[in-house]
């Protein structure tokens, strides 16, 4: 099966989240905790039984475009969120496949956003 979250937020940069002072990074991890839990799909996607894919499908602005690592890098408070709903089992390789970003620049006038899908892994 395959889940999906819209979060009204555009995801991190690593190299912004590197520079954060500790404090800041938890707080942005709190947030993003609370809007993965507000999200209008959220209580229909059954908590994690075994292996998924997350593939994370960023809606930026013209010029935001990122690199893939510096995705990935950037969403790790995300994966740990994802975990704590029980959404993954884990972040270990043994529980989760990172999908290829997806990048998709918006219209002027559009806010960004971010997309989560989780797609079930058969073992």
Known sequence: MIYSLRIDWPTPSQNVRDGQHWALRRRVKRDW???IRAASTFLKIPKAKGKRRLTIERHHRNGQHQDEANI??????IVDCLVLWQLLVDDAPAFIEH?????????????PFT?????????
């Open 33 to 35: 905790s609370m809007l």
């Open 72 to 77: 990935h890098g950037g969403c790790k408070g």
């Open 99 to 111: 999908g290829t970003p997806i990048q998709i620049p918006l219209n002027k006038g559009e806010k």
């Open 115 to 123: 997309v989560l899908i989780l797609e079930d892994i058969a073992a």
